[in-house]
């Protein structure tokens, strides 16, 4: 069976680590072919082996875990798990050659679009889905958008309202809302 393992740890010597990893796996598989892909804080395994799911785990708890080394196994079936990485990493890892939908310059600007604000103050955030369009990607489309999304209202904004216009007012949203800051 083939496994896949994921391993979250920061070492002063990654590359060494992974070798150190790699050679413990080995003990476990009937396969030379370990294939692996690693960053600065993780590292992803692919490897075949005989042993039971269990007998990895334990083993791998017995080197990882008491060491507080966060880490997850499990069973490759292809058709029953969905990722996404860089081409060449999937080519190298798993065998596949697969062919990007977006170009670098699409996905930059994109992931700019997505993570915009995260540097920000949650106030500051002021760009919202119909701000974007550069031509590429009509995201309300692309996200099946039909309608605003429902603004939920402040206390703030709920309190006014019945000072101005009475509870009976209130909306099903606004009256949730209300209920809410009531317990």
Request: with cysteine; hydrophobic share 35%; proline share 2%.
């Amino acid at each position: 069976m083939e496994y896949l393992l994921y391993v979250f740890a920061k070492h002063d010597k990654q590359e060494k680590f992974v070798t150190f990893l790699s050679e413990e796996i080995f003990i476990m598989t009937n396969d030379n072919d370990i294939r692996y892909y690693y960053g600065p804080e993780s590292v992803i395994f692919k490897f075949k082996s005989n042993e039971k799911l269990e007998d990895i785990g334990g083993y791998l708890n017995d080197v990882l875990g008491c060491s507080g080394i966060v880490f997850f196994l499990q069973p490759y079936e292809k058709d029953k798990l969905y990722y996404w990485v860089d081409s060449n990493v999937n080519k190298h890892l798993f065998g596949i050659e697969t062919k990007d939908d977006m170009s670098d310059a699409q996905r930059a600007e994109f992931q700019k679009f997505v993570f915009k604000g995260l540097d920000k103050e949650d106030s500051e955030c002021d760009m919202g889905i119909n701000d974007f369009d550069d031509g590429f990607l009509n995201l309300k489309e692309f996200l099946n958008i039909e309608k605003e999304p429902i603004k939920i209202p402040t206390l703030d904004e709920i309190l006014d309202k019945i000072n101005d216009k009475g509870i009976k007012s209130l909306n099903e949203t606004e009256l949730q809302v209300l209920n809410n800051y009531s317990k």
